[in-house]
């Protein structure tokens, strides 16, 4: 059975949520701010954390932060703001994804699903073994990114689309496109979603944005990793 740790400080929203999630099979944990969520999380991890972004005390971009400097946990973040800022910036903290309130109880757990999915080494990968571009080297089995034999940290979403640049090395793949095989579903992402994602995963790579070598950009079409990136 999966944990769910959902930190929020509606009590009604983490009733809901929990009782929702309980009785389509998991096991579900909650916390009524920031701190209490990070000693759940140190006691016993979770499978995945629902993260509220306005809590008082610590806010969810805090307790992301904290998360992030030790444990690849995925994290699906909840906000109620209808600007873009709050999800732009939950994912270049290290969120997973992210679900914009009020939202229903079907959405969230279809998330949950689909970020879970990526994580599961029991699931099949139709790609399997070492993938290659140039210096860059993509353990899949390990869910593991080097370059020129040195680490790269990457969040659960970030590796899915690098992975899925280097399978298809060469070839141009669409923002959406590129979301969809990234998460394994259709996904309606916001506009930056995905450029947001690729600017992360260029930082950690040491790309400079204004000339990358090892995630280029197609104006107006989409990303490719060149097989042989110089």
């Given at each position: 059975m999966?944990?769910?740790?959902?930190?929020?400080?509606?009590?009604?929203?983490?009733?809901?949520?929990?009782?929702?999630?309980?009785?389509?099979?998991?096991?579900?944990?909650?916390?009524?701010?920031?701190?209490?969520?990070?000693?759940?999380?140190?006691?016993?991890?979770?499978?995945?954390?629902?993260?509220d972004?306005?809590?008082?005390?610590?806010?969810?971009?805090?307790?992301?932060r904290?998360?992030?400097?030790?444990?690849?946990?995925?994290?699906?973040?909840?906000?109620?703001?209808?600007?873009?800022?709050?999800?732009?910036?939950?994912?270049?903290?290290?969120?997973?994804?992210y679900?914009?309130?009020?939202?229903?109880?079907?959405?969230l757990?279809?998330?949950?699903?689909?970020?879970?999915?990526?994580?599961?080494?029991?699931?099949?990968?139709?790609?399997?073994?070492?993938?290659?571009?140039?210096?860059?080297?993509?353990?899949?089995?390990?869910?593991?990114?080097?370059?020129?034999?040195?680490?790269?940290?990457?969040?659960?979403?970030?590796?899915?689309?690098?992975?899925?640049?280097?399978?298809?090395?060469?070839?141009?793949i669409?923002?959406?496109?590129?979301?969809?095989?990234?998460?394994?579903?259709?996904?309606?992402?916001?506009?930056?979603?995905?450029?947001?994602h690729?600017?992360h995963?260029?930082?950690?790579?040491?790309?400079?944005?204004?000339?990358p070598?090892?995630?280029?950009?197609?104006?107006?079409?989409g990303?490719?990793?060149?097989?042989?990136?110089?």
């Amino acid at each position: 059975m999966r944990t769910i740790l959902v930190i929020d400080d509606d009590e009604r929203l983490r009733e809901l949520v929990a009782e929702y999630l309980s009785t389509r099979g998991f096991s579900v944990q909650t916390a009524e701010d920031g701190d209490a969520g990070l000693a759940r999380i140190a006691s016993a991890a979770p499978d995945l954390v629902v993260l509220d972004v306005m809590m008082p005390g610590r806010d969810g971009f805090e307790v992301v932060r904290e998360i992030r400097k030790d444990s690849k946990i995925p994290i699906i973040m909840l906000t109620a703001r209808g600007d873009d800022t709050d999800r732009i910036v939950g994912l270049e903290l290290g969120a997973d994804d992210y679900l914009p309130k009020p939202f229903n109880p079907r959405e969230l757990l279809a998330r949950i699903q689909a970020v879970l999915r990526r994580t599961d080494d029991s699931t099949p990968d139709p790609t399997t073994g070492r993938l290659r571009a140039g210096p860059l080297t993509i353990d899949v089995d390990r869910r593991h990114v080097e370059l020129d034999g040195r680490p790269i940290e990457l969040t659960t979403t970030e590796f899915e689309i690098l992975r899925t640049m280097v399978a298809n090395a060469g070839r141009v793949i669409g923002r959406d496109r590129l979301m969809e095989l990234a998460r394994g579903e259709d996904f309606a992402s916001f506009d930056r979603s995905v450029d947001v994602h690729i600017s992360h995963i260029r930082k950690k790579l040491g790309e400079d944005p204004r000339k990358p070598i090892y995630v280029k950009t197609v104006r107006g079409v989409g990303y490719t990793v060149p097989r042989d990136p110089a």
